[in-house]
């Protein structure tokens, strides 16, 4: 693997639970970086702006730092991670009180220069 042809962008506090998050990134992996931003313009998912904005942040990576041709990019990988979780809590019934978990992820995605389009194995 050659470290010049790849480019890389990261957002670290996606407030969106990670298999939720998952779902929509693998849906990218291995696309042309046009078909995937269109993929991602209209996709009726809310977070589907926040992977947007990093595959552009990754495209803009490879351009302006490693000077890659942007007609030549894929989706080589796309990952999600958990971060942190916010934690508050709602009254119930008796004096009691339950909680309540809001999961945050990190997404991380890489862009990869390539000449022809690899075969996949079926």
Excluded: C, H, Y
Aim: charged share 30%; hydrophobic share 45%; aromatic share 4%.
């Amino acid at each position: 693997m050659n470290e010049n042809l790849i480019a890389i962008a990261k957002d670290n506090m996606i407030r969106i639970s990670p298999s939720k998050l998952s779902i929509l990134v693998n849906s990218i992996v291995n696309m042309k970086v046009s078909s995937a931003i269109n993929q991602l313009k209209f996709s009726s998912k809310r977070v589907s702006r926040n992977i947007l904005k990093v595959l552009n942040a990754a495209v803009a990576n490879a351009e302006n730092n490693k000077q890659l041709d942007i007609d030549k990019l894929f989706v080589k990988e796309a990952f999600v991670g958990k971060s942190l979780r916010m934690k508050r809590w709602r009254p119930r019934a008796k004096g009691r009180a339950a909680s309540i978990i809001k999961p945050f992820s990190k997404v991380t995605i890489i862009v990869e220069e390539r000449t022809e389009l690899k075969k996949e194995n079926k």
